[in-house]
């Protein structure tokens, strides 16, 4: 079975811009999760989405915002993208609303310049 | 912000040599998760720890939990070369919110031949 697949693997941007990012949760999983990694610090929580409602979401400005579609895939869109949005951002997904553990993707790497 | 704070933040060992890694979190939790990174890529969840465990083994991986102490620590017996990467302490608190996972800051360790 495939895994949490995630688009694009590596992006740049130049600030100001906007982006949008896409992932796929592994096959009957519902649940899916967004976060950011910036470079030489662990990942921090930005949403968590379930059965296409937004159930969780961390310290981050409204430019970020994220939806879930019928198919359980999910889009981060960053607006205004800034020199600090430079970061991986990692998409879980989990069967259900309150697992505990989280199956990762591999990641989209973005750059802003 | 991080919650968690990992000791050491670089640890280098022997192939064949126990490495043991120090988690300190700051508030309640439902559960406690390690999870490793190679490489700035996805992360992979390796053990789960409820808050009413006191230590949990799976394969050459001991884990312990100290709730009185908030505090955490893995053990990797026999360590090898592949054994290289970054390891991850993570909170989970499952709310009405959903369940967040708030990562440490990591410890970076280098297994050598």
């Known amino acids: 079975d495939a895994g949490v697949t995630q688009s694009p693997t590596h992006l740049i941007k130049t600030r100001g811009q906007h982006v949008t990012l896409r992932c796929s949760p592994i096959s009957g999983h519902k649940s899916v999760s967004w976060y950011q990694q910036v470079l030489g610090q662990g990942p921090q929580f930005i949403f968590q989405?379930?059965?296409?409602?937004?159930?969780g979401r961390g310290n981050f400005p409204d430019r970020f915002s994220a939806r879930q579609f019928p198919n359980y895939s999910s889009e981060l869109n960053v607006n205004a993208l800034l020199l600090g949005d430079s970061a991986l951002y990692l998409c879980?997904?989990?069967?259900?609303?309150?697992?505990?553990?989280?199956?990762f993707g591999e990641g989209s790497r973005l750059t802003v310049l | 912000s991080q919650q968690g704070e990992e000791d050491p933040q670089a640890l280098s060992i022997q192939e064949g040599e126990n490495a043991t890694m120090n988690c300190s979190y700051k508030?309640?939790?439902?559960?406690l998760q390690w999870y490793r990174q190679n490489s700035g890529r996805g992360l992979v969840h390796l053990i789960l720890i409820r808050s009413n465990e006191r230590e949990k083994h799976s394969g050459r991986l001991r884990v312990t939990l100290d709730t009185s102490k908030k505090s955490s620590s893995l053990l990797i017996t026999a360590s090898r070369a592949a054994d290289t990467a970054s390891y991850f302490c993570?909170?989970?608190?499952?709310?009405?919110?959903?369940?967040?996972?708030?990562f440490g800051t990591g410890t970076q360790l280098k297994v050598e031949l």
């Open positions: 989405y379930y059965e296409k409602e937004e159930r």
């Open positions: 993570a909170t989970s608190l499952i709310t009405g919110g959903g369940n967040k996972l708030t």
């Open positions: 508030t309640s939790i439902n559960n």
């Open positions: 879980a997904s989990s069967p259900l609303f309150q697992t505990g553990e989280l199956f």
